[in-house]
């Protein structure tokens, strides 16, 4: 069976970053009228198989992460500190000590810098860095980034969703690209065309006088990026329906070397008591974090995705996405067993918004990904009496009012 994306030339598109990196047994075809493209098993997949990986076009760290000293590459969000490092600041606890230190995923001797201090996990990031993106918008040669960050950061505060550096990366990109026309057509392709989502995005994004914030932040990009910018995303309508395009497509990416090394020791072979004794400061550590930091946990961002993006929601989906190289690079795994010809779903709710009702459920959907749902478990409970006077009153902020009840 020929695939769509056979055909797609994005995967001849040079300046940006890589395509896919194992090969995969999917199609990417049309899935319905009210669903648009989807992915198609066309082999068996058993659980916790992986689908596909693939690196991201674009992504960057969140600001407020990276300020509060989640130390991330620049280029493929890798974390830059130790783990015993990351462990005594997540714990805020300098007598820590890290059992098996040997396992720490962190190289310092392949970490390289820009002299404007921006880091990376090795040279290959920071050369890919340079030519995509860092050329235009490394503070030695374009100081007045930062102006645009800090106004950023006056509107945008976490749990972050969305970071400007996304924004200056793509548009960067573009500019750097020897193929321009190629190197829009890349992004435009994340491009829907929904009635009014633009300005969700905004409230999302920047807060409640978005107006006027938004107002700020595209005179500032001009003066951050005063070049020959494609007209789509630099004009105020372009630049609102780049956010667009952000807030429905990007995907968040999380981080974590102390993750990393947990994993690590859960495949060393060793007796009862030296298990025990480690699974204990597993636990008492995960504990201690969670005192300090919370849900913050992790490195942050978000990235934009050729594949992923066209990946379905089911409320009982069949596959989900992880990071396992504790970088940038997404996994696509099976979460069961998946027929050759079945659509290849996940779920855009969060674990706690997905054990909801069916009218839940189908309000924040329509509020934050503006389509309503079909999926097989909402088409069976279509006659359930689900809707409780409290989730009838849900509106647009849906999921906060939602999350601030599940804290
Ligand atoms: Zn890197
Ligand atoms: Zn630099
Ligand atoms: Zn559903």
Known sequence: MKTDFEEMSFYSFENCANSVIKPCNIEIRNAGIDKGIGIFACKDFEEDDVIFEEEPIVAAQFYWNEKYGYLSCHHCLRPLETT???????????????????????????????????????????????????????????????????????????????????????????????????????????????????????????????????????????????????????????????????????????????????????????????????????NTTYDAMNEHVGIFLNCEGSGLYRMQKSINHSCNPNATVAFPYSNSTLSLIASRHIAAGEEICISYLDTCNLDRSRHSRRTILRNHYLFDCQCEKCTEQEGDPDVTSEEESCGDDCVSEDEAMES
Request: glycine share 4%.
């Open 84 to 282: 015993d490092e990351n462990i005594k600041r997540l714990t805020n606890n300098e007598n820590i000590v890290l059992p098996y230190p040997n396992l720490c995923p962190t190289d310092k001797t392949q970490h390289v810098y820009c002299d404007c201090g921006v880091g990376f996990c090795s040279a290959s990031c920071k050369e890919l860095s340079w030519e995509q993106y860092h050329k235009c918008l490394c503070l030695l040669r374009n100081p007045s980034v930062n102006k645009l960050l800090l106004a950023w950061s006056g509107f945008h505060y976490p749990p972050e969703t969305c970071s400007i550096m996304i924004v200056l990366k793509m548009i960067a990109i573009i500019e750097l690209s020897q193929n321009y026309d190629e190197a829009v057509s890349t992004f435009l392709q994340f491009q829907h065309n929904y009635v009014n989502e633009d300005e969700n995005m905004l409230l999302k994004f920047l807060g409640t006088e978005y107006a006027d914030n938004f107002r700020k932040i595209h005179s500032l990009l001009h003066e951050v990026l005063p070049c020959k910018f494609v007209k789509e995303f630099v004009t105020e309508d372009g630049l609102r329906k780049l956010f667009a395009l952000i807030g429905r497509n990007g995907q968040g990416i999380g981080t974590s070397v102390y993750s990393e090394w947990v994993k690590k020791v859960e495949k060393l072979d060793l007796n009862t008591e030296e298990r025990n004794k480690v699974d204990l400061f597993i």
